[in-house]
């Protein structure tokens, strides 16, 4: 059973919107800390936004897409979605989202279970 898939990317002109999904298989706990990441071409992957597990329901986003983006989390269905709008051509990437996080000094050290990714493309 794969343990994250994540649908809803696509191509796009710049000012547009996405909305893509993460559903995570039944395998995970839906308590866990769940996050987004892109990767653009020939770049290192880079953090979008994070929602805090066990609870806390905290969010953190990236600077470059504060005010842009928003992170809800269905946890009953443990489906994580990441809501863009007013895109960019560099938000253009792989996206891929990421769950149970392991903390060192309560920072993220590394994710247990990663999807496959979602092309998103940007287009001036």
């Known amino acids: 059973q794969v343990p994250l898939v994540e649908s809803g990317g696509g191509s796009v002109q710049a000012g547009g919107s996405l909305k893509l999904s993460c559903q995570a298989s039944t395998s995970i706990p839906n308590r866990c800390t769940m996050s987004w990441y892109r990767q653009p071409s020939g770049k290192e992957r880079e953090m979008v936004s994070i929602i805090r597990g066990q609870g806390d329901g905290t969010k953190t986003y990236a600077d470059s897409v504060k005010g842009r983006v928003t992170i809800p989390h269905d946890e009953e269905k443990n489906t994580l979605f990441l809501q863009m709008s007013g895109l960019k051509t560099e938000d253009t990437g792989m996206y891929s989202c990421?769950?149970?996080?392991?903390?060192?000094?309560?920072?993220?050290?590394?994710?247990?279970?990663w999807g496959q990714g979602t092309q998103v493309t940007v287009s001036s």
């Open positions: 990421a769950a149970c996080a392991s903390y060192t000094d309560d920072k993220i050290t590394r994710f247990e279970y």
